[in-house]
């Protein structure tokens, strides 16, 4: 009996429409995490330039130029512009830690700082890197906004013959909305505690 609000059809002809989760936190996407490892490894830390001025041939395939790209950073502990030295990189399922010069315990930095350093490389080392500025700068390997698939791809499952119950997918999307809101109030709140915070961050990025 009703209509769609955004294109005025039916319940059989809606294309269905896609919405969108502002997440309060930035998220790896999963999809591309290995790819923001290698990338830390070719930045400098501090002013977030190549490690290296070298410029490679733009008639190598993109995915060769950033394997080749990589081995160079690695052997680089020095930035060539700002001369700061570089830490050692290591990653483990989701976290990635990083350790200094003179240091013996690894230091885990969070999204929020990886995103920092991912934003403010500059179009011109994407595209020494292999990637293309417009279609795969590595901020957007990072999720701030997250795309919701409408209902018509997320469809209710009939159990038996009388009831029916949500997708997979409409139940991690309702876990990953609430532990949204639930860090949210967190984030909000003047006493939280620190480390309740980094649980509920964990907790977003597992689900």
């Known amino acids: 009996n009703y209509t769609c609000q955004t294109c005025n059809c039916d319940l059989l002809n809606c294309q269905g429409h896609f919405g969108h989760i502002d997440m309060v936190y930035p998220v790896y996407n999963v999809?591309?995490?290995?790819e923001i490892f290698k990338i830390l490894q070719c930045v400098c830390v501090k002013c977030n330039k190549l490690?290296?001025?070298?410029?490679l041939s733009n008639l190598i395939k993109p995915c060769i130029k950033f394997r080749m790209m990589l081995d160079l950073c690695k052997k680089i502990t020095t930035c060539s512009y700002c001369e700061f030295k570089q830490p050692k990189w290591s990653m483990d399922n989701l976290c990635i830690s990083c350790i200094f010069e003179n240091e013996t315990k690894k230091r885990p930095?969070?999204?929020?700082n990886v995103l920092n350093i991912l934003r403010k490389i500059s179009n011109e080392d994407c595209v020494r890197l292999g990637l293309d500025p417009h279609l795969s700068?590595?901020?957007s390997m990072i999720i701030e906004i997250m795309l919701v698939p409408p209902p018509v791809v997320r469809p209710t499952v009939?159990?038996?013959?009388?009831?029916?119950?949500?997708d997979d997918l409409t139940h991690k999307l309702l876990e990953i909305i609430k532990t949204n809101n639930q860090l949210e109030k967190t984030l909000a709140s003047n006493n939280a505690n620190q480390s309740?915070?980094?649980?509920?961050?964990?907790l977003l990025q597992f689900h």
Do not use: F, W
């Open 137 to 139: 700068h590595p901020k």
């Open 109 to 112: 930095i969070n999204q929020k």
């Open 51 to 55: 490690l290296i001025d070298t410029c």
């Open 31 to 34: 999809s591309y995490i290995k």
């Open 196 to 202: 309740v915070i980094d649980e509920l961050i964990n």
């Open 158 to 166: 009939a159990m038996g013959s009388s009831s029916r119950t949500q």
